[in-house]
């Protein structure tokens, strides 16, 4: 079991409240269902009597959904959110010997998927008001080696892309996004993962567009890179027989897609639900001394997470779990501190906006179909922290 599992099986199940009130779980992929319960298992039965599980018809007719979606010319279905990531930058024929560069902050995935190709990964400190890779930081981490910039757009929120397109385009570096937390974050007139030259998508179930397994995607408006990802997700098949490079098994299996095409439609309206939880929270949280999510000019952030932010980080989230409120934390290290780094031999002090953020930051409960009864629940919790002089 992954680090990331486990913590996210702790975190849905928060222990019971003291006062007996049944616990508010930090994520609830179960309600979801309970929603769209009827059409989810009509769409699996079918996939069920069709006899075709792998890249079938649903696959197809998901990937063609996402691109009138997304308005991208390219969408191809794969296993999860860290092969869309490996596979967009074998995309970009990216490996041993190239740089990368990705936030400091962000989940080891992205640093996983740089390592996985054989290519090092290279950290940019973050923006502290957005959680979001800092551009000024990029533009001096640019070397020769540089092959890719990685953007995540933090939380659900895109990160500054017009900065970092005039970096990509002054040094002819391809952006990679990913877009992992972000599914229907909008940037401008755009898409988050239209606005680069290639995006990823995870669909894990807890995401704001969740599969019941594993599931993810790979965008772009490029034939090239569309053509070798492609290849690479399917053993380099050109054609039955025919083996264009040694590929990989980065497929997407029939009753994923059958899911996913049902919650694509409702992505926007499960957005919209989160961000009316979201400034339900700013108003019920705005007067108390916690740094609560900015939203940054012509952003439309989804709230994949509520991130709020406090220097007594640790007692309030003591405080909360014992009060049945499940919470988490998304990161607690920063990736460069993680042990599997250590060859690279980082050191505290290397990335202090990042550092100083996971020793702060903490996740609220967010999932469309919390109520407000809840988050006042929570806010009166919060209060009552606050209050007791522990903040
Ligand atoms: C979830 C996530 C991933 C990885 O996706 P998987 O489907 O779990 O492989 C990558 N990057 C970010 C930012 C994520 O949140």
Redesign the pocket.
Same mark, same amino acid.
């Given at each position: 079991m992954t680090e990331r599992n486990s913590l996210a099986a702790m975190e849905a199940r928060a222990p019971a409240s003291a006062n007996g009130d049944a616990p508010i779980p930090f994520a609830n992929p179960f309600a979801q269902y309970e929603t769209y319960r009827t059409e989810i298992n009509a769409a699996i039965q079918s996939v069920l009597e069709k006899g075709h599980y792998i890249l079938g018809e649903n696959v197809a007719a998901f990937e063609h959904e996402l691109s009138a979606y997304l308005g991208v010319e390219n969408t191809i279905g794969v296993a999860? #959110?860290?092969?869309a990531?490996v596979l967009a930058l074998k995309g970009l024929q990216i490996g041993a010997g190239d740089e990368v560069i990705i936030p400091s902050m962000?989940?080891v995935?992205?640093a996983a998927a740089v390592t996985l190709t054989g290519a090092t990964p290279v950290f940019a400190d973050i923006d502290p008001a957005t959680y979001n890779i800092d551009p000024e930081q990029v533009e001096k981490r640019i070397t020769r080696k540089t092959r890719a910039l990685i953007p995540?757009h933090m939380y659900g929120q895109t990160a500054d892309m017009a900065s970092l397109k005039a970096i990509s385009n002054k040094h002819g570096i391809p952006i990679i996004e990913?877009a992992?937390?972000a599914h229907g974050a909008r940037y401008k007139d755009g898409t988050a993962g239209t606005l680069g030259d290639a995006g990823c998508f995870?669909f894990?179930f807890t995401?704001n567009l969740g599969a019941y397994g594993?599931a #993810?995607m790979v965008i772009t408006d490029d034939e090239k890179i569309a053509d070798r990802v492609q290849l690479y997700r399917n053993h380099g098949h050109r054609s039955k027989f025919e083996h264009a490079v040694m590929g990989y098994n980065g497929r997407l299996d029939e009753i994923q897609a059958a899911i996913l095409r049902i919650k694509l439609k409702y992505l926007d309206e499960n957005n919209q639900k989160r961000r009316v939880r979201a400034a339900v929270y700013h108003s019920l949280l705005n007067d108390t001394p916690l740094s609560l999510p900015a939203e940054a000019e012509e952003r439309t952030h989804v709230y994949h997470l509520y991130v709020v932010r406090s220097d007594r980080r640790d007692g309030l989230l003591e405080y909360l779990s014992g009060n049945g409120i499940g919470v988490g934390i998304h990161y607690r290290t920063p990736i460069h501190l993680q042990e599997a780094l250590a060859p690279f031999g980082f050191k505290e002090g290397n990335f202090p906006k990042a550092e100083a953020a996971c020793r702060e930051i903490l996740s609220l409960p967010m999932y469309p179909e919390l109520s407000e009864e809840d988050q006042i629940y929570i806010a009166e919790r919060i209060k009552e922290f606050c209050s007791k002089g522990k903040i």
């Open positions: 999860n #959110g860290t092969d990531l962000t989940a995935a992205t995540v990913d992992c937390q995870s894990y995401k594993e #993810g």
